[in-house]
């Protein structure tokens, strides 16, 4: 089955800084890549998705890249914020019929003011 | 508002009890899912049903019991509560591929203590 290994686990950053996380997946027939924010006491959220047929999707500051080759994907944040404090998850699927999705470890990031 | 809304948002209870979980959509969606998030934040999935037929159990024990009585709704129960079940229970829903993309969206979470 897939398996999605996620770095770093927690991440620091000066707000106004940029931050990146970084995914790893092991079954190279998974074609989509979301990334989920979680708040503190809610539920996680979708804030940004990829497929395997684009290498980069852009969302105002948030960006996703995908290396299918190298079977990775990353989640750019730039010009941070204090709301963007949040564990984030990566996570992947083969998006045909009924796959499951399968989550990366979580990413613990604190914008520091 | 449209969203997935669970019932209770806490849940304390002891050893041995049995509870039940409660989960609505009111997205459209076609299948529903649960996910059991531990203290370490992994997410990981126990069910899926799609159209009130379930498609994916996770080698979950027994004691734990999905009912759909319909495609907005995807219960959880459980029997017979050990301590190791504690953790925050997630339901989510997503389209079928086939109506629309895999997106899945999430609950606000149950969490579940076990005394």
């Known amino acids: 089955g897939e398996n999605v290994e996620q770095h770093p686990s927690t991440l620091s950053v000066q707000e106004g800084d940029s931050a990146v996380i970084k995914c790893t997946y092991s079954?190279?027939?998974?074609?989509?890549f979301p990334w989920y924010k979680q708040e503190l006491g809610k539920g996680p959220q979708l804030i940004i998705d990829?497929?395997?047929?684009?290498g980069e999707k852009k969302d105002q500051r948030i960006a996703v890249t995908l290396n299918k080759t190298a079977k990775h994907f990353s989640l750019h944040i730039t010009e941070t914020q204090p709301e963007d404090s949040a564990v984030y998850f990566c996570?992947?699927?083969?998006?045909?019929?009924?796959?499951?999705?399968?989550f990366g470890t979580g990413t613990r990031l604190t914008i520091i003011p | 508002d449209t969203a997935v809304s669970q019932t209770p948002k806490y849940l304390v209870t002891q050893m041995g009890n049995d509870k039940s979980i409660k989960c609505e959509q009111n997205?459209?969606?076609?299948?529903m899912y649960w996910y059991k998030q531990d203290s370490k934040k992994f997410l990981k999935i126990m069910f899926s049903?799609?159209?009130?037929?379930?498609?994916i159990n996770e080698t979950v024990p027994n004691r734990f019991s999905p009912k759909s009585p319909d495609k907005a709704h995807l219960n959880l129960h459980i029997n017979s509560l050990e301590l190791g079940d504690s953790a925050v229970y997630f339901c989510?829903?997503?389209?079928?591929?086939?109506?629309?993309?895999?997106?899945?969206?999430f609950g606000p979470g149950t969490r579940l203590t076990v005394l």
């Open positions: 996570a992947a699927r083969l998006d045909f019929g009924n796959e499951k999705l399968t």
């Open positions: 079954d190279s027939a998974s074609n989509y």
């Open positions: 997205l459209g969606h076609d299948t």
């Open positions: 990829i497929r395997s047929n684009v």
């Open positions: 989510a829903s997503s389209l079928n591929p086939g109506r629309g993309g895999p997106e899945q969206f």
């Open positions: 049903y799609n159209n009130k037929e379930l498609i």
